[in-house]
């Protein structure tokens, strides 16, 4: 039923099964019901029991049947990563503005500094976010003389390739800013290396001054300063930031949220240790690493964000509605500078669960065997709320007499499911 589910699924759930309750009583940091309903719902995805269910049927023939168990979508699972990333991809597909051209910036912090991110996650993170934004419109203004704002889609990645915490920001950024006093929007070429790493450790380094105000903030930030005298590493990625046809969107999410470790990357697993590899950024080689299980478990849910946490952020002009009154005079701008980039960024739209089941296995899982014709909804059931759509009973209600509305599973509000191998959202409040 579930064609997708790679091999090392079932150990990564292993490892959970076994050795949480022993984690979370070393790192009491875990001990709270919402990391606990976290793992139960990754533990319990793509269980029919425990997650629910859309049955299909054909209602031609009558003898073709597919079951799709809900998915978790929890950001603990590695199972849902891959829906994960095309909906994530999707999503900023749609904010990116065709004729506007962006720079992908990359805001790191140093070793140093990352124990204390660590310890303070709840009251650094966005602070942290904002002062990245901050500093690029800082950059951009400094750059041209006037007072400019950007416009800005931030994802904030906690890990590394190897999965051990390093919290850093990547940055979509306009080039160049809006002058609001001018009411113009101006280019700008280039990203100074030296003035962006300053003006980063400065906004960085201030940032965490005036948030956490203790002795021990102070003695570290002035070693910062005393150490880093050429300012902290920022990256503008050069390039290779697809300008035409390819999707900027799509590339991004190769760096941004491609989970930490991934599934078929677990080599290993004896009850105590782990051992998996994965492609080291720098070395662009495949780095093998073998770890104690709490710290395999450890590295796995430092990344999952604080309940309630937006992972993805739009600040300056590319807060949904400031953009779109803007784009015309940027376009023009633009258009001025070196013409308009035309079809910069393609719109993805994400892969359905249908798609997706085809494209792993080769066969339409909803095309009946027997008829070759698409199967329907037959039933979808909740573990909390039973069947809450049942085909028979919608025809019994006169369905296809009145030719009322059919149960559409998308774009209602409420609260969705995912079904086991792919994207279709299911919302309750649609189907009731
Ligand atoms: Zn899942
Ligand atoms: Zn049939």
Redesign the pocket.
Same mark, same amino acid.
């Given at each position: 039923m579930t064609a997708a589910t790679p091999p090392a699924w079932s150990v990564f759930k292993q490892i959970f099964a076994e050795h949480w309750d022993g984690f979370t009583r070393v790192y009491p940091r875990y001990n709270t019901r919402y990391y606990d309903s976290l793992v139960e719902q990754m533990l319990g995805c793509g269980n029919p029991d425990k997650m629910g269910y859309i049955e299909y049927r +054909?209602l031609?023939? $009558?003898? $073709?049947k597919h079951r799709v168990a809900m998915r978790c979508k929890t950001s603990l699972c590695l199972r849902c990563a891959k829906v994960y990333v095309d909906n994530w991809v999707s999503q900023v597909s749609k904010m990116l503005h065709e004729g506007v051209i962006y720079r992908h910036i990359v805001l790191t912090m140093p070793a140093m500094l990352r124990n204390t991110f660590y310890q303070q996650a709840k009251d650094v993170l966005s602070p942290f976010i904002r002062c990245g934004v901050r500093c690029l419109d800082d950059v951009w203004s400094r750059l041209s003389g006037k007072s400019l704002k950007g416009g800005y889609i931030v994802v904030m990645q906690t890990h590394g390739r190897n999965g051990q915490y390093n919290p850093h920001l990547h940055i979509i950024a306009t080039s160049g800013g809006w002058d609001p006093q001018a009411k113009q929007w101006r280019h700008l070429d280039y990203v100074p290396y030296r003035l962006l790493r300053k003006k980063w450790q400065w906004h960085l380094l201030t940032m965490l001054r005036q948030t956490v105000k203790t002795k021990e903030i102070t003695r570290l930030v002035d070693a910062c300063y005393t150490r880093y005298r050429e300012g902290f590493v920022t990256n503008v990625q050069k390039g290779d930031v697809p300008a035409r046809y390819q999707s900027l969107a799509r590339y991004l999410a190769k760096y941004v949220v491609s989970p930490p470790i991934s599934l078929r990357r677990i080599d290993r697993y004896d009850g105590q240790r782990v051992t998996y590899h994965y492609r080291s950024h720098t070395s662009e080689r495949v780095e093998r690493e073998t770890v104690e299980v709490y710290t395999f478990i450890g590295r796995m849910v430092q990344h999952v964000f604080p309940k309630g946490y937006q992972r993805i952020r739009y600040y300056g002009v590319q807060a949904t509605k400031t953009f779109a009154t803007l784009k015309g005079l940027i376009q023009e701008a633009l258009a001025k500078v070196k013409g308009i980039v035309k079809g910069a960024i393609k719109i993805i739209a994400p892969m359905t669960y249908r798609q997706r089941y085809q494209r792993s296995t080769g066969r339409d899982p909803l095309r +009946?065997p027997? +008829?070759q014709?698409d199967m329907e909804v037959w039933r979808i059931w909740h573990p909390t709320y039973g069947v809450i759509y049942e085909e028979l009973k919608a025809i019994a209600r006169g369905k296809y007499a009145s030719q009322a509305p059919r149960a559409d599973p998308a774009g209602s509000p409420g609260r969705t499911f995912w079904p086991t191998a792919g994207g279709i959202p299911l919302s309750l409040s649609g189907l009731q």
């Open positions: +054909c031609h023939c $009558g003898e $073709g +009946c027997s +008829c014709r």
